[in-house]
């Protein structure tokens, strides 16, 4: 299928890996000019590197922490006027106890997985608006309309997330400017991997692979009947990234291989 966004300007935040790479290797299979970020130099200059080498196009690599005001006046610098916008974030760490959970701890999620996409998204809406056309997708977590009592760092955050974006979504799509998210549910990527350790602390499991695997599918019942991988979610978030989905604003589309037991 063609995306139709050849030549388009598109920046991928936390680009380096896992979905965010996925979803930045589908818009660079697509023809963009592309821009992806992330914290982790070398492996996100690797990435820039592998990227622009399969797909003959231009990849420019930003160090930068977009939860931080530093970080984000990276981004804004190196990349001033993209057409599509992308957003994800390393997973938070599961919490055990939840009245453990400090204020702190809150404060870092939300500076995170709130007000860090929001003024991203805060700064390109503007030019987006003046020049008539514009994609934002923001790569969050189903656990924001699925409560789980061990996401809890990462579902409130990511719930005040999607009201934003479903409220400025419908102020904007008169620009041709649209916003979307997708709640990807237990994908198997290398965050979820790096987190393997607080998952068995919060519910208490010994540090075994075999253990902890087997404990997360019985825990995370999936109808699918697999954990997903990172390219499960990626054609989804470059269709949203193209003029092909023009029609869709404001949605919340969830891919969990079925987990979230709703209608809507």
Not at 28 to 40: H, Q
Not at 205 to 225: C, Q, S, V, W, Y
């Amino acid at each position: 299928m063609d995306l139709q966004i050849r030549g388009k300007k598109a920046l991928m935040a936390g680009g380096s890996a896992g979905m965010g790479r996925a979803t930045a290797e589908r818009l660079a299979e697509a023809g963009v000019e592309l821009y992806i970020s992330a914290r982790r130099e070398e492996r996100l200059h690797n990435a820039a590197k592998e990227m622009s080498e399969k797909y003959g196009i231009e990849v420019t690599p930003i160090v930068a922490d977009s939860s931080t005001d530093e970080g984000r006046k990276a981004l804004f610098a190196a990349c001033p006027e993209p057409d599509i916008l992308a957003i994800t974030i390393k997973p938070p760490e599961p919490n055990g106890d939840f009245l453990k959970v400090t204020p702190e701890m809150w404060r870092e999620s939300t500076e995170t997985a709130l007000i860090g996409p929001i003024e991203i998204m805060r700064n390109y809406i503007p030019g987006m608006k003046d020049r008539g056309w514009g994609r934002i997708v923001n790569i969050a977590t189903f656990s924001a309309k699925n409560p789980m009592i061990w996401r809890l760092m990462s579902g409130p955050a990511r719930s005040a997330l999607i009201n934003y974006t479903a409220s400025v979504s419908r102020e904007i799509a008169q620009f041709g400017v649209n916003i979307n998210n997708i709640l990807p549910g237990m994908f198997a990527t290398e965050g979820a991997e790096e987190i393997m350790a607080s998952y068995a602390e919060a519910f208490g499991l010994e540090m075994d692979r075999d253990i902890i695997t087997n404990h997360f599918i019985e825990h995370n019942k999936i109808p699918a009947g697999f954990q997903a991988v990172a390219d499960d979610m990626a054609p989804m978030a470059a269709l949203l990234c193209s003029p092909l989905s023009r029609f869709i604003v404001g949605q919340n589309i969830v891919i969990d291989g079925g987990q979230h037991h709703s209608l809507f």
